[in-house]
Nanobody, 119 residues
Framework: QVQLVESGGGLVQPGGSLRLSCAAS????????IGWFRQAPGKEREGVAC?????SEKGRFTISRDNAKDTVYLQMNSLKPEDTATYYC???????????????????WGQGTQVTVSS
């Protein structure tokens, strides 16, 4: 079965950190450009990071790739309550620059992992 699976979400206090993981089943992430997105209730989905031939990252977030583990990570630091959302990873085949990652036609989307930032 071909799918993307996110993990690593949870409840964290303001100022804390989380690292999300994005792993693939049925295909290899190495050949894909990966985007991380989030969506909070009542809000539109927004992009937070992308990794392809270059990287694009939003503020306190860092994206990285471990090809040996075929996993892409999203390190989130100094978390704020407004970072609370469901976080999704998405994969599009090819090695893109990420300059247009918000509008790529992604081949696969994960089911999402919930991140809640609250004291």
């Amino acid at each position: 079965q071909v799918q993307l699976v996110e993990s690593g979400g949870g409840l964290v206090q303001p100022g804390g950190s989380l690292r999300l993981s994005c792993a693939a089943s049925g295909f290899t992430l190495t050949y894909y450009t990966i985007g991380w997105f989030r969506q909070a209730p009542g809000k539109e989905r927004e992009g937070v990071a992308c990794i392809g031939s270059y990287r694009s990252e939003k503020g306190r977030f860092t994206i990285s790739r471990d090809n040996a583990k075929d996993t892409v990570y999203l390190q989130m630091n100094s978390l704020k309550p407004e970072d609370t959302a469901t976080y999704y990873c998405a994969a599009v085949r090819g090695n893109y620059s990420c300059s247009g990652y918000l509008i790529y036609e992604y081949d696969y989307w994960g089911q999402g992992t919930q991140v809640t930032v609250s004291s």
